[in-house]
């Protein structure tokens, strides 16, 4: 079984930065992929983005802007977002999965979520 704590959301203005944490711990890390997913008021919670070995995959809206990487001796994967619009807030879960996938029923193990607001 794999755990995961998000942690680094806020509140920021348009056009700002913030960088999420995620932190697991169980099962070897480096067997998992780790996604990012994000659900906003009345919506299903829906992909951002992902990272494994076999590489990284982004939704379309967040290309250029958010990058996600991980760093295998501290079991962390992170997002680096860019240039947040009021369209980006919502609350920001990661997830752990055996495959590298958009999809979110592949992901097995959730984090509790992290608020980002973006105030206009």
């Known amino acids: 079984q794999v755990q995961v704590v998000e942690s680094g959301g806020g509140l920021v203005q348009a056009g700002g930065s913030l960088r999420l944490s995620c932190v697991a711990s169980?099962?070897?890390?480096?067997?998992?992929?780790i996604g990012w997913f994000r659900q906003a008021p009345g919506k299903e919670r829906a992909f951002v983005a992902t990272?494994?070995?076999?590489?990284?995959y982004y939704e379309d809206s967040v290309k250029g802007r958010f990058t996600i990487s991980r760093d295998t001796a501290k079991n962390t994967v992170y997002l680096q977002m860019n240039s947040l619009a009021p369209e980006d807030t919502a609350v920001y879960y990661c997830?752990?999965?055996?495959?590298?996938?958009?999809?979110?029923?592949?992901?097995?193990?959730w984090g509790q979520g992290t608020q980002v607001t973006v105030s206009s």
């Open positions: 990272i494994s070995w076999g590489g990284a």
């Open positions: 169980g099962r070897t890390f480096s067997n998992y992929a």
């Open positions: 997830a752990a999965s055996r495959r590298l996938s958009r999809s979110r029923g592949e992901y097995d193990y």
